[in-house]
């Protein structure tokens, strides 16, 4: 089961409740189990530059069916498999990309960006609380 568009303005939804309490505006990706743009929002104030970082963690989350800083602990210079960062035309190895879940199954996936690292994971992790 992939994610609807309902679910994915429900995610958006959350994580912009959770940037503005918090006073962070950022870029929020809602991808599909295939890893297509389900929604996208961009926040009044949201850099541009982190739109498509905000897709890239989705994306990357969605790659490897793991949140995107678990992928980042390959990318470390002092891991084996270094090279891994330019595979699927860019991977983005930091949190911020979250697997959404609905009864234990993933439907879809979720990427935040615009504040610090933290800032975008606990956004983030609000959203995907379906």
């Known amino acids: 089961m992939s994610i609807s568009l309902q679910q994915a303005r429900q995610a958006i939804e959350l994580a912009r ?5 918090i ?4 870029n929020i990706a809602v991808l599909d189990t295939g890893g297509h743009l389900k929604a996208l929002e961009r926040m009044d104030g949201a850099p541009i530059g982190s739109l498509d970082i ?3 963690k989705a994306k990357t989350s969605m790659l490897f069916g793991i949140n995107s800083e678990l992928v980042g602990e390959y990318m470390k210079p002092e891991a084996g498999a270094y090279g891994i960062i330019g595979t699927n035309g860019g991977l983005v190895g ?16 979720i990427g935040v960006s615009g504040g610090a690292v933290p800032q975008d994971f606990a956004i983030a992790s609000e959203g995907a609380q379906l």
């Open 94 to 109: 930091f949190a911020g990309g979250l697997p959404i879940r609905k009864d234990k199954a993933i439907i879809g996936f």
């Open 23 to 26: 006073a962070v505006p950022v």
């Open 54 to 56: 905000a897709i890239g």
């Open 17 to 21: 409740i959770k940037a503005t309490e």
